[in-house]
């Protein structure tokens, strides 16, 4: 019973985390989204403004690119658990 709470207890904390990191990538994804807003809209007044603009929004799309990539497994496995290297035999062209 006591390993089932502790389980649980886990699970939970697995979940506040994950909702931690939507969160945050919604805040990211909005605060881009005013960048772009600001830009489109005429709020750029000088060639430096709208190159720190530029350069805040190049730094957000990598942030939310990261977290997606965390977020995302990217090897696959079989049910023992081993890697599946899809690649190999494979020819290219």
């Known amino acids: 019973m006591v390993s089932k709470n502790k389980k649980n207890k886990e699970e939970e904390e697995i979940m506040e985390d994950l909702l931690l990191v939507d ?17 489109i809209t005429g709020g750029v007044d000088s060639m430096e403004k709208y ?17 997606s990539n965390l977020l995302e497994p990217k090897e696959q496995k ?6 599946i290297d899809l690649g190999k035999g494979s020819t290219k062209n």
């Open 78 to 83: 079989n049910e023992q658990g081993n890697v």
């Open 23 to 39: 969160k945050t990538k919604k805040r990211i994804n909005a605060t881009l989204q005013q960048i772009g807003d600001s830009m």
């Open 51 to 67: 190159k720190y603009m530029l350069g805040q929004a190049h730094a957000y799309q990598i942030v939310i690119q990261e977290i």
